[in-house]
């Protein structure tokens, strides 16, 4: 983690990977995503330790306290793959990480659906002298001033406990800000920030938070990950995106563990509670964070009925491309009746569903025909395999009208050719997702490639 790393992350919206709970969903404030675990502090960077041991550590848990859940992970060309904190099992093909962190054996370059077990509450009974000495070495972390400032607050706390409270704060009374254009820092840079400048994000929080503890002889590491998410209610599934990259620090206190700490709370709880495109929001606003009543709040972050709207087609185009792409890799009836009901339709009756994609289609081009005008051309590689479906079809005598949209053409096949209504289905829903929802995703163009050469509507 280096300065700046985090907030290139918290500029995009591309998903990182989607999460469908076994029961509860995890309140807000447990909603942390593991990713690395960062215990050398050199030059200014925080880095994972070579001399970390690789090996599941014995974790302490009550069984009611477990949560279950599938990870539907996005390509990202690392092998990173990040858990609920505390993953406590995990599937074959993955393997530990230092830190209790989970890796995938190679870069991940398409998605994986993966099912793993976290404790949300948890106890880890001991550390070793080699772990315990390299998460106190404060060798690297410079400045008289900021060794003078914890001794001074631990003194005066009188204990590893009350030493936390004080720092958290320290945050509170002396004016930080967190903002996403921070000044620059200087070869100081956590004696900088926590006494000059008092400007930053999650990582300068965690970052100083980490070094502060070090000073006061507490072990401590900084772990980075993913932090919140965005529920969607049309598919029951959490979507968690790069903006909701986030930092936290881990401290060892002897009578619990290891602890999570989150120093970022401190200024910006919004950003914990809500997530970072409520922060985004409120700084467009011009809103104080840390500081914004309740109700203000929520009606700032419920937006306007039409800014509703449309994320709400979103959302629901979201859900038909999760659940699409997870109905076509299993054909089997299950999953296309479990496809089915979750849109609505409690039995297959393919003429509502038709009325349903002829509705739906008219709903979006009117609701985003703003969004339409700006996103990328549909892709060639689609428009040319629907094509290829629609000559095939022009070969038994059921030709396309120029003016025929591809819902309004399928209902008129099924209605000449009922035979060919789960073929015709396949093919239309995956060319509309990819027509209207604007999705690049490369597996989606196979899905269409696949269901195209097998339509074979002569035979």
């Excluded at 469908?20 to 909603?31: D, I, M, S, T, Y």
Aim: with cysteine.
């Amino acid at each position: 983690m280096k300065p700046g790393s985090i907030n290139e992350l918290n500029q995009s919206e591309k998903v990182a990977f989607r999460v469908e709970f076994n029961g509860r969903l995890p309140v807000a404030k447990q909603r942390y995503w593991r990713g690395l675990v960062l215990e050398n502090y050199e030059q200014g960077v925080w880095k994972e330790s070579p001399q970390a041991k690789v090996v599941a550590a014995k974790v302490n848990y009550k069984k009611e306290n477990v949560i279950k859940y599938s990870i539907l992970q996005e390509p990202s060309n690392k092998k990173w793959i990040f858990a609920l904190d505390m993953p406590v099992s995990k599937p074959v093909e993955l393997k530990w990480g230092t830190g209790q962190t989970l890796r995938s054996t190679g870069p991940i370059r398409e998605r994986q659906q993966l099912q793993i077990k976290s404790a949300i509450n948890y106890k880890f009974p001991k550390i070793s002298d080699e772990v315990r000495q390299r998460n106190l070495d404060k060798s690297s972390i410079k400045g008289d001033r900021l060794a003078r400032l914890a001794e001074k607050l631990y003194r005066q706390a009188g204990s590893d406990r009350e030493y936390i409270k004080a720092v958290f704060d320290y945050y509170r009374d002396n004016k930080f800000f967190y903002t996403l254009q921070p000044p620059l820092l200087g070869d100081k840079p956590v004696q900088s920030f926590m006494l000059d400048t008092r400007r930053g994000y999650c990582e300068h929080y965690a970052s100083s938070f980490t070094a502060m503890m070090r000073l006061a002889g507490i072990p401590a590491r900084v772990v980075i990950g993913y932090q919140g998410g965005e529920w969607n209610e049309q598919g029951d599934y959490l979507i968690v995106r790069q903006s909701d990259a986030h930092a936290w620090s881990e401290v060892w206190l002897e009578e619990s563990g290891w602890v999570r700490v989150d120093p970022t709370s401190a200024v910006a709880p919004e950003r914990i509670e809500y997530g970072f495109s409520a922060i985004r929001q409120l700084m467009e606003q011009g809103q104080p964070l840390g500081n914004v009543a309740g109700e203000k709040l929520q009606a700032i972050l419920a937006g306007t009925p039409f800014s509703r709207t449309i994320k709400g087609v979103k959302l629901f185009w979201d859900g038909v491309n999760t659940h699409w792409y997870k109905w076509v890799i299993d054909y089997g009836k299950k999953n296309q009746s479990s496809l089915l009901r979750w849109i609505g339709f409690q039995q297959t009756d393919w003429s509502k569903l038709v009325f349903l994609l002829v509705g739906l289609g008219s709903l979006v081009v009117s609701i985003q025909a703003w969004l339409l005008f700006h996103r990328k051309k549909i892709t060639d590689p689609a428009i040319r395999q629907y094509q290829k479906y629609c000559h095939r079809l022009s070969r038994i005598g059921i030709v396309r009208s120029p003016s025929e949209g591809p819902a309004s053409f399928a209902r008129r096949v099924i209605g000449l050719r009922p035979d060919l209504q789960g073929a015709v289905m396949s093919v239309t829903g995956a060319y509309i997702a990819i027509l209207y929802a604007g999705i690049s995703d490369p597996k989606q163009q196979q899905i269409l490639t696949r269901v195209v050469h097998d339509f074979r509507p002569g035979q």
